[in-house]
């Protein structure tokens, strides 16, 4: 039976991935810039988590610091642990007048940090659909947006932000760009879509669940009956 038992072990394993994946995006369903997850198998059954880039909802906040890029691109920040990527664009200044994350990580501009003078009440701070910053009608810096070839390459660090696994030499700076400031990506979490997966993964969960147990009956069984006959 153990050929047996491991069939419905493998396909509970896979649905427990399934169900962790659906249970994350469900989770961030209204978390800004996030991008839900999905589970693949390799032909070994290996399971891999990647992400799903396509772009969810903009809506308007008439905030200028906020900002929302078109299908493609992602934001470059300055972390601790080195340079890392994002689609949330909801920033705000530092008290030293730089304009970071929600996390405090600077973003980056084509020129490095931005760092961004509003001491004179009177300043205004514009973002184009470039990207170009505009300080009083002047052009102060540049958002640094850029893209991937091989998108696989980007794995999730938490808090909305992901590294990528290869050279960064491999940024690709996203010509056809497109901003939105003033508006944020909502997450692409579809959480109708992603309740009825999850009610569907745990049917299948418990299908190999009850397949288990009834394997593990059949063979305590066949050994109690072996016993009784030595």
Do not use: C, H, W
Request: charged fraction near 25%.
């Amino acid at each position: 039976m153990i050929l047996e038992m491991t069939r419905p072990t493998q396909g509970g394993l896979r649905q427990e991935r399934k169900l962790e994946a659906v249970s994350n995006n469900l989770a961030n369903a209204s978390t800004i810039g996030f991008k839900k997850d999905f589970v693949s198998f390799d032909k070994a059954f290996k399971a891999r988590v990647d992400q799903d880039f396509t772009q969810g909802d903009v809506i308007k906040t008439d905030n200028p610091l906020d900002v929302a890029l078109g299908p493609q691109g992602l934001f470059k920040v300055e972390t601790p642990d080195g340079i890392k990527y994002t689609r949330n664009g909801n920033f705000s200044l530092s008290s030293e007048g730089i304009l970071v994350d929600k996390s405090g990580n600077p973003v980056m501009g084509q020129g490095g940090a931005i760092f961004i003078d509003t001491v004179d009440p009177n300043t205004s701070v514009n973002i184009d659909e470039y990207g170009q910053i505009f300080l009083n009608n002047e052009i102060l810096d540049t958002l640094d947006v850029v893209s991937f070839e091989n998108m696989k390459g980007l794995e999730k660090t938490g808090d909305n932000l992901f590294v990528y696994t290869g050279d960064t030499a491999d940024e690709i700076p996203s010509e056809n760009v497109r901003v939105e400031a003033g508006s944020l990506e909502q997450a692409n979490v579809q959480v109708v879509e992603e309740m009825a997966k999850m009610i569907d993964y745990q049917r299948m969960f418990e299908t190999y669940t009850k397949s288990m147990k009834t394997f593990d009956e059949i063979d305590s069984k066949a050994i109690n009956d072996v016993g009784l006959f030595t």
